[in-house]
């Protein structure tokens, strides 16, 4: 009877009636060795069976947090403690490189394995590599916890769209869209209504505003509101050119009509009308 294959990975099955099965069992083996969801980053022992505190980590590829593949080059000897039982991983932190430690940490790595040793030789591995990832949405609670050196970028081109909340992704807004019409356009803000911005008592810093009819300026009832804190800041009303605070002059006004009244009265005239609020 002749050999015949399996569907995905062309695994040999050799006939019932053949003989000379070493040759295709063995070409399974190396086949199966050779899948990288089976042997890659796999952590076995050194010498079969263990003749030293050594183990072996296979060559690899792996995808890290922002998509880009970074392949392991292997290890064809890793050194462990004595008398100790340590976990192997990849570290996020450190370009990933191969590290030994008495536990997995919280920040960015990939398990390998958990490597028992004795006196002079390793007892147990462990294989703790993690073959699958969960899809669908993320579940309540589950956090994603982020670096603090470097930080992480949501998008990495200004070009690249993004939504939240159900909004239709959108590019990077421009530094002249409208701030309510920029978060709206991502999600942050559903539309309709009239969005109130409350500083809370933070300084405001504008290049114009426009109060819609009806608008009022409401200020404070106990230490008031100040309109221009220097008398060199210029105001104007009314499409005036704003001036600084007009000079009124020192005189005081006497009982009856003379120069220096008329003179203090032509003072008040001036500074309403540069002031713009007469014409």
Known sequence: MSITYTANTKLGKPGLGDTGWATPLNANCDAIDALAPVGGLAVTLTELPSASLNVAVAAGTIIAQDGTTISYAGTASQAITLSSTKVLYLDG?????LTVAASYPTTPHVKLATVVAGATTITSVTDNRQSFNVA?????????????????????????????????????????TDLRTALINLGFVATGGASPLNLNGGALTVGSETIADGGNVVVGSTTGTKIGTATSQKIGFFNATPVVQQTMGSATAGASYTATEQAMLQAVYNAVRALGLGS
């Not at 589950?142 to 159900?166: E, H």
Request: net charge positive.
């Open 136 to 176: 669908g949405t993320i579940a309540d609670g589950v956090n994603l916890a982020v670096g603090t050196s470097t930080g992480t970028k949501i998008g990495t081109a200004t070009t690249q769209k993004l939504g939240f909340f159900n909004a239709t992704p959108v590019v990077q807004q421009t530094s002249t």
């Open 93 to 97: 932190t450190a370009s990933w490189a």
